[in-house]
Structure formats: structure tokens, C-alpha cells
């Protein structure tokens, strides 16, 4: 999710559907009880980078402050506040209220804007639902550990893997459904499974033609484009990540939860799953149990795992991998997409991974899901 989208992260309308391109400015009046005192930035969220549109600061206890500009389009902003809080938006021309508590940021309630109001109830519906499907991966991780039989473990595993392949189509159920260029592209830059986004090419086309002049539309197409064009040279034999498969994967050094430098080298002689997330991932957290199960089963075979996160702050990282079981060697230098790992292994978005054997080559990238389970299965004996 690369720069706060993942790559970065609905009933079909007619091409002829309204389209916001023309320039404007706008104003966005915000209220929000118990803000923090501080400076409020607004930014604006493309699938390269953040740029930082307005800025303003909370200089009193009424919770009020003004942000404004002028646009070219809609577009996928943020409102961010000093603790990483934020409040996503569809930006179009013209006046905008926000009202609510900064406490629940999930509740707040918006006017004047079509399309951010559509998005934050998108945002809050998926939000409940996230939260069901954390706990039914705990669930499933909490069988795991107490070594369940196999016939209920399966079948939570299998109920667990229904739900989140419905929890994946909400998100394609929006992009095919929206009147708003921003919130489709949103919806599609969160879809964790880049195989599900290729396959779903009518909806894809869909969303082009819809939205023919929309500059984040046309960098989404671009992305997928690249990721189609990679994935066709893989299938034909040419790995498309930067490390190659059969190369030795380059060593790095970075702390340990503790402060402790850890290399990628030390862990010579053993499989080892290099692993790229960040507790504010979420289809890594999603991706979690699945990986905590192919440990649990190869942890005494030869196996381990280094996780490589791309966290800011550290609290959130060792509660992330308090709360999801993760209980292999993890690293991370606190520099999100600044990390020095990035360029090194060429980092286009989480989750990724990569398999070495125990000379550190590697043996095979990207294992999502049962892949993780079978590639372990058929080289660790």
C-alpha cells in the first residue's frame, strides 16, 4: 500500500454519466469536538505520492478550522492530524461542512459533498465488517494453537476464506457502482489480491470509460496496465519483481523490537520467509494468519520467518504483532517508505515476501494464501 494506498490501499452507470472535471475552488469548514490543538494538513492522495494542498491548525477548544483550494477534478484527498489520524475524502469545487467527534472518526457526518458522504459510509460499513473478519481470524489462529482437529479446523478455515473473498467484492461492488471517479479508484486500490483486480477487466474497462478524463482514473489504468504487463512476463518464465528468482537476495540490517541490529545473513541454513507489511496494512493483517499458519507447521523444519515491517512508530508495530500472534524474528528501521529496505528488494506495495533457501537464494515470491502452505510443503521436508 504504498504512499497510503495499496499499490499506493455497484450497478453499472452509462458513460454518459456526469463526471467532475471542471476547475473550482473550495472551502471545507470543519468541526470536530475534542481535537487535538495542532496543525491539520490537507493532502492529496495520487497513486505516486502525498502532496500536502493546504495547511491550518486547532489553536482553541471549539474544534473548529477551515481548509481550502482549488481543484481541477475530483480527487482522493485526506485531511491528516499531528497523530496520524484522518478523514478521507472526494474532493470536488465548492463548500463542504464536517461536523463530529474527534474520538470516533468513523461517525462523523458530512454535507455538501455527494461523494465524500458516500465514501465515509462506504468507509464505515467496511470498518464493521473488518472488525467481524479480525475476529474470525483470531479464531481461526486461536484453533491453531490449541491444535484443534483437523475437520473443524478446516471448516472454520474454509468459512473464514468465503467471508473474505465477500469482504474483497464489496469493494468491486463500489467501484462498479459509483457516480465518483475518487471513490471507485479508492475501492479498487484497496483490493488486497492483484490476480482478482486483472481478472475483473470488463469492470476495469468500465471504470475507463466512465470516467474518461479523470488523471487519478488514468493513473490507476496505468498501474494496472503495469501490473497486467509484469504479470504476463512472469507467467512466461521472467520473474517481474526487482530480486529475481534463483538471484541471492540482498542482505540488509536493521533493529529488532528491542533495538538490536538483526542481518537477513544470520539466518544462513535455514528457509527463510522474508516478509514486507506494516500494522497499517490492511491485507497484510489480513494475509497474518495465513502466514502464522505455515509457521506454526514448518517452525521445527527448517523454517522461519523475518519480518520486515514498513511502520512509522513503534507502538503500533509491536501491538500489531502482539495481536495477530506473530512470533518469528521481526526488523524495522521506523521509516515507512523512506526504509532502506524499499529500493533494495524495488518495494511497489504490501504485502510481498520472498522465499530463500538456505543459501539465501530465492526460491519463489509473493505466496499469498494456501500458496504460502503448498510451496513450503513441497520443498521442506
Same mark, same amino acid.
Given at each position: 500500500m504504498k504512499k497510503y494506498l495499496l499499490w499506493l490501499a455497484m450497478g453499472v452507470f452509462l458513460a454518459s454519466c456526469s463526471e467532475q472535471t471542471e476547475k473550482g475552488d473550495f472551502k471545507i469548514d470543519v468541526h470536530l469536538n475534542n481535537v487535538p490543538l495542532g496543525q491539520v494538513f490537507l493532502e492529496e492522495l495520487t497513486l505516486q505520492n502525498v502532496k500536502v494542498v493546504d495547511t491550518t491548525a486547532v489553536k482553541d477548544a471549539s474544534g473548529n478550522f477551515s481548509l481550502k483550494g482549488m481543484v481541477a477534478e475530483q480527487g482522493l484527498y485526506r485531511i491528516r492530524f499531528a497523530d496520524g489520524k484522518n478523514i478521507l475524502l472526494a474532493l470536488d469545487a465548492g463548500d463542504m461542512k464536517i461536523d463530529g467527534d474527534y474520538n470516533n472518526l468513523e461517525k462523523i457526518t458530512v454535507s455538501g459533498s455527494e461523494a465524500t458522504t458516500e465514501m465515509q459510509a462506504f468507509v464505515q460499513d467496511i470498518s464493521k465488517k473488518a472488525m467481524v473478519l479480525t475476529e474470525e481470524m483470531r479464531a481461526v489462529d486461536s484453533l491453531h494453537n490449541i491444535k484443534a482437529p483437523d475437520s473443524v479446523l478446516q471448516t472454520k478455515v474454509a468459512t473464514l476464506q *468465503?467471508? =473474505?473473498?465477500?469482504?474483497?467484492? =464489496?469493494?468491486?461492488?463500489?467501484?462498479? *457502482?459509483? *457516480?465518483? #471517479?475518487?471513490?471507485?479508484?479508492?475501492? !479498487?486500490?484497496?483490493?488486497?489480491? #492483484? /490476480?482478482?483486480?486483472? =481478472?475483473?477487466? *470488463?469492470? !476495469?474497462?468500465?471504470? &475507463?470509460? /466512465?470516467?474518461?478524463?479523470?488523471?487519478?482514473? &488514468?493513473?490507476?489504468?496505468?498501474?494496472?496496465?503495469?501490473? =497486467?504487463s509484469a504479470a504476463t512476463g512472469a507467467a512466461g518464465g521472467e520473474e517481474a519483481a526487482a530480486v529475481k528468482i534463483g538471484q541471492e537476495a540482498p542482505d540488509f540490517t536493521l533493529p529488532d523490537v528491542s533495538g538490536k541490529m538483526v542481518s537477513l545473513a544470520s539466518f544462513r541454513g535455514k528457509y527463510v520467509l522474508v516478509d514486507f507489511w506494516a500494522s497499517w496494512c490492511k491485507p497484510c493483517r489480513m494475509e497474518n494468519p495465513n502466514v502464522v499458519k505455515a509457521y506454526q507447521q514448518f517452525k521445527d523444519k527448517n523454517f522461519t520467518i523475518l519480518g520486515v515491517s514498513l511502520d512509522q512508530k513503534k507502538e503500533p508495530w509491536l501491538q500489531a504483532i502482539k495481536d495477530d500472534g506473530l512470533t518469528w524474528n521481526h526488523v524495522s528501521d521506523l521509516k515507512f517508505w523512506e526504509s532502506a529496505v524499499v529500493p533494495l528488494y524495488g518495494i511497489q506495495g504490501i504485502p510481498m515476501n520472498y522465499l530463500l533457501d538456505p543459501q539465501g537464494k530465492v526460491i519463489a515470491s509473493n505466496l499469498r494464501g494456501e500458496d504460502l502452505e503448498a510451496k513450503l510443503k513441497e520443498i521442506v521436508k
Amino acid at each position: 500500500m504504498k504512499k497510503y494506498l495499496l499499490w499506493l490501499a455497484m450497478g453499472v452507470f452509462l458513460a454518459s454519466c456526469s463526471e467532475q472535471t471542471e476547475k473550482g475552488d473550495f472551502k471545507i469548514d470543519v468541526h470536530l469536538n475534542n481535537v487535538p490543538l495542532g496543525q491539520v494538513f490537507l493532502e492529496e492522495l495520487t497513486l505516486q505520492n502525498v502532496k500536502v494542498v493546504d495547511t491550518t491548525a486547532v489553536k482553541d477548544a471549539s474544534g473548529n478550522f477551515s481548509l481550502k483550494g482549488m481543484v481541477a477534478e475530483q480527487g482522493l484527498y485526506r485531511i491528516r492530524f499531528a497523530d496520524g489520524k484522518n478523514i478521507l475524502l472526494a474532493l470536488d469545487a465548492g463548500d463542504m461542512k464536517i461536523d463530529g467527534d474527534y474520538n470516533n472518526l468513523e461517525k462523523i457526518t458530512v454535507s455538501g459533498s455527494e461523494a465524500t458522504t458516500e465514501m465515509q459510509a462506504f468507509v464505515q460499513d467496511i470498518s464493521k465488517k473488518a472488525m467481524v473478519l479480525t475476529e474470525e481470524m483470531r479464531a481461526v489462529d486461536s484453533l491453531h494453537n490449541i491444535k484443534a482437529p483437523d475437520s473443524v479446523l478446516q471448516t472454520k478455515v474454509a468459512t473464514l476464506q *468465503k467471508n =473474505e473473498k465477500a469482504f474483497q467484492q =464489496e469493494f468491486f461492488d463500489l467501484a462498479a *457502482k459509483t *457516480k465518483n #471517479p475518487a471513490n471507485a479508484v479508492f475501492a !479498487i486500490s484497496q483490493v488486497s489480491d #492483484p /490476480r482478482a483486480l486483472l =481478472e475483473n477487466k *470488463k469492470l !476495469i474497462a468500465d471504470i &475507463k470509460t /466512465r470516467f474518461p478524463k479523470n488523471e487519478l482514473v &488514468k493513473s490507476m489504468i496505468d498501474k494496472l496496465t503495469e501490473m =497486467e504487463s509484469a504479470a504476463t512476463g512472469a507467467a512466461g518464465g521472467e520473474e517481474a519483481a526487482a530480486v529475481k528468482i534463483g538471484q541471492e537476495a540482498p542482505d540488509f540490517t536493521l533493529p529488532d523490537v528491542s533495538g538490536k541490529m538483526v542481518s537477513l545473513a544470520s539466518f544462513r541454513g535455514k528457509y527463510v520467509l522474508v516478509d514486507f507489511w506494516a500494522s497499517w496494512c490492511k491485507p497484510c493483517r489480513m494475509e497474518n494468519p495465513n502466514v502464522v499458519k505455515a509457521y506454526q507447521q514448518f517452525k521445527d523444519k527448517n523454517f522461519t520467518i523475518l519480518g520486515v515491517s514498513l511502520d512509522q512508530k513503534k507502538e503500533p508495530w509491536l501491538q500489531a504483532i502482539k495481536d495477530d500472534g506473530l512470533t518469528w524474528n521481526h526488523v524495522s528501521d521506523l521509516k515507512f517508505w523512506e526504509s532502506a529496505v524499499v529500493p533494495l528488494y524495488g518495494i511497489q506495495g504490501i504485502p510481498m515476501n520472498y522465499l530463500l533457501d538456505p543459501q539465501g537464494k530465492v526460491i519463489a515470491s509473493n505466496l499469498r494464501g494456501e500458496d504460502l502452505e503448498a510451496k513450503l510443503k513441497e520443498i521442506v521436508k
